[in-house]
């Protein structure tokens, strides 16, 4: 019953001057990852961000790939995920807690995986997935429909929960460099909708309308 000009919905927003692309190679050369299939999950580590689907994922991927090191840079301490993490192999699986240069890391990556098993709780725009197709990096994540509202396209989507279908797709990113780059090329041409300044216009134009 609410009247439809009393609704204004504005996007969340990233800065893009930040989070850019960069060369890979030579991010990779400058953190020793020469070399290396770079896997990066960042964010809080829990049930509904996907936590537990990655790790299933990531023992098949290391069981199949050598060359593949799993970095996560989490926002959060939860001790069951923190002693699974730390139950791997240091040079595989490497656990960053301190604060890291976040644009880097996302460049230097093959691909950011965002397995959501849900985004209640969370914003409706997840910045890390923001963030990771600004960088034009590779992203496979869950194919919720608030994603799908996002992104029409140039994702790689999986079925939340089903960490066979997250292990297919990182492998097949890695085997198929260019054709992931194609893909998240498609995502990146609808990212300056989320640009810090547009929002602050579109937050600009509504107070105008507004207060006048």
């Known amino acids: ?33 020469e070399n290396k299939k ?3 999950y960042y964010g809080l580590l829990h049930e509904r ?38 139950s791997y192999d240091k040079n595989k699986v490497i656990i960053i807690k301190e604060n890291i240069n976040l644009p880097e890391y996302i460049n230097l990556a093959d691909c950011v995986v965002l397995p959501y098993h849900s985004l209640v709780s969370t914003e409706g725009n997840p910045s890390c997935l923001l963030e990771s197709v600004a960088c034009n990096t590779p992203v496979i994540t869950s194919n919720l429909p608030e994603i799908k509202e996002i992104f029409h396209e140039g994702l790689i989507f999986t079925k939340p929960k089903d960490y ?11 085997e198929n460099p260019e054709k992931a780059k194609i893909l998240i090329t498609k995502a990146s041409k609808e990212i300056q909708k989320f640009n810090i300044i547009e929002i602050e216009k579109e937050f600009l134009k509504l107070y105008e309308k507004w207060t006048t």
Not at 1 to 28: A, D, H, Q, T, V
């Open 49 to 86: 961000k996907g936590t537990p689907t990655l790790i299933k994922a990531m023992d098949e991927v290391l069981k199949k790939r050598d060359d593949t090191i799993f970095i996560f840079a989490p926002r959060s301490e939860i001790k069951e995920f923190d002693d699974q993490l730390n």
């Open 164 to 174: 066979q279908e997250v292990k297919n797709k990182i492998i097949e990113t890695l």
């Open 1 to 33: 019953g609410i009247k439809e000009e009393k609704i204004k919905i504005l996007r969340s927003y990233i800065n893009l001057e930040k989070f850019k692309p960069m060369n890979k190679e030579e991010l990779k050369k400058k953190y020793n990852f």
């Open 38 to 40: 770079i896997i990066f």
